[in-house]
Every structure is written in C-alpha cells, then in structure tokens.
C-alpha cells in the first residue's frame, strides 16, 4: 500500500506459452535511493495458484528504483518435468531466461504493478494497473 511519502509495488505472472497464470515463482524484491545507491534486498514472496505475489515487502521511505527478481528456472525445470510425464518424447528445451530481473524507477505515492509475460524463450513487461 503506497503513501504520501512511499510507492508500493504488485506484480503476477502469466505463461503464455501455456496461457495460464505461473504457480510457484520465487520473487526477490530490492531497492535504491537514487540511480546510485546500493541496492538493498527488502525480502521475497512466491506467486499463488493465480500467478500472483500478494506479499511483497513495502518500499522505504525515498526509494526511487526498485528491482524484482524473477526465479524463472525453477519454474520451467518443474513444467517440463511434468511434461515429461505425460509425453516422455518432448524435447527437453529448459528456460533460455533462468532469470528475469525487472527494473523501473517509481514516485513516492504511486503504485506500480508490474506484469509480466513469460514463456520460455521470452518474455515481456509493462507497467499495469
């Protein structure tokens, strides 16, 4: 929940290569006071059966970049397991993206949810709502 003085931030995933949400996904959430600052770690969540991460820390006061950190190996090591169960002939193709960290510059009383698309050969974000 943002503030006069703090924004927050909410994000969920989307696999589009299966066109439903990413259970499951460890999340790390960081962030800065200015473009140089060092980035401290503020804690991490996973996303739920809807692709969501509904318990990111809260920001700091004077936070102006934030990174989120997206574990998106794990993840498709455990689709394609899966995978393997039900067709043992699918080509093993694994996650080219063993990781997407996401960072974006945010205002003080604004929130930022944070979308993204992800399959495993791409990915995509933007700034939603």
Request: charge should be negative.
């Amino acid at each position: 929940m943002s503030t006069q003085t703090t924004a927050s931030v909410s994000t969920h995933i989307l696999d589009t290569s299966i066109g439903k949400p990413a259970e499951g996904v460890a999340i790390s959430l960081s962030a800065r006071t200015g473009p140089g600052g060092e980035w401290a770690t503020l804690g991490g969540s996973a996303t739920d059966a809807d692709g969501r991460c509904k318990d990111l820390p809260a920001l700091p006061e004077g936070t102006t970049h934030v990174r989120l950190d997206f574990e998106t190996e794990t993840y498709f090591a455990k689709k394609q397991a899966e995978a393997q169960q039900d067709a043992p002939r699918v080509r093993d193709s694994g996650a080219f993206f063993p990781e997407v960290t996401i960072t974006f510059a945010v205002n003080p009383g604004e929130h930022y949810h944070v979308p993204l698309l992800l399959n495993p050969f791409g990915y995509s974000v933007y700034r939603g709502s």
